[in-house]
């Protein structure tokens, strides 16, 4: 049982290019969600995801897109990369072990946009 | 409005000490939780404490205590017995229970640091 892994944890890209951060999560959980961490921000939900094929749109969706083909895998895009969207970005999922269904968290994946 | 403040960006507090992180709300929801996460240098973010607003009596986890107030709409998260290992960010987090598919919306954060 691995939880919640995201893929990669670390990536450099280029103003422009394009790249897809993947979520998995081997707890068969329905709800997942992409936040981003900036430095005096705290973590800020981008999009999220109900079930397998359902997405939505959280406080900062400008930029990604998401896709959850399969109920395990959540996948949070960049298309155009800025440098605005240089962060730390955390994946989780929603945890009915946890009281009240507080989440999982995956370790996060740092980002750099130069 | 922010729906969770945490006016403290940074704390100290001597090894062994109590201390308080501040955490205010904003909700017109009844039925909502209040949650605690610490996040130590290494990243990860780990869950510590739950508290519904319906729950009469104030949550505790060993040295974690959260001071729920629900008129003045504060959850402060207290720890007991500081130990070093305790320095990390610590976030404070609201879910809204009415149509909100279970998000979380977090504060911005307070860093604690422990001193020896």
């Known amino acids: 049982n691995a939880g919640v892994t995201q893929t990669p944890k670390f990536r450099v890209l280029k103003t422009g290019q394009s790249m897809t951060l993947l979520c998995a999560q081997d707890?068969?959980?329905?709800?997942m969600y992409w936040y981003r961490q900036d430095p005096g921000m705290g973590l800020r939900l981008i999009h999220y995801s109900v079930g397998e094929g359902t997405t939505a749109k959280g406080e900062v969706p400008d930029g990604y897109n998401v896709s959850r083909l399969k109920k395990q895998n959540f996948l949070l895009g960049l298309e155009s990369a800025a440098p605005s969207q240089t962060s730390v970005y955390f994946c989780a999922s929603k945890d009915p072990g946890l009281p009240n269904y507080g989440y999982t968290f995956g370790s996060g994946t740092r980002l750099t946009v130069v | 409005a922010q729906k969770i403040t945490q006016t403290q960006p940074g704390m100290f507090v001597q090894e062994k000490e109590a201390v308080t992180l501040d955490c205010t709300y904003d909700t017109s929801d009844p039925s909502y939780g209040l949650f605690w996460y610490k996040q130590p240098s290494s990243g990860e973010m780990i869950f510590l404490i739950y508290?519904?607003?319906?729950?009469?009596q104030n949550a505790t986890e060993g040295r974690y205590s959260l001071n729920f107030q629900k008129a003045r709409k504060s959850a402060n998260l207290v720890i007991s017995a500081s130990q070093l290992g305790d320095s990390a960010m610590y976030f404070c987090a609201m879910r809204e229970d009415r149509g909100s598919n279970y998000k979380l919306t977090f504060g911005k954060g307070t860093l604690l640091t422990v001193n020896p």
């Open positions: 508290q519904g607003s319906y729950d009469q």
């Open positions: 707890m068969n959980h329905e709800y």
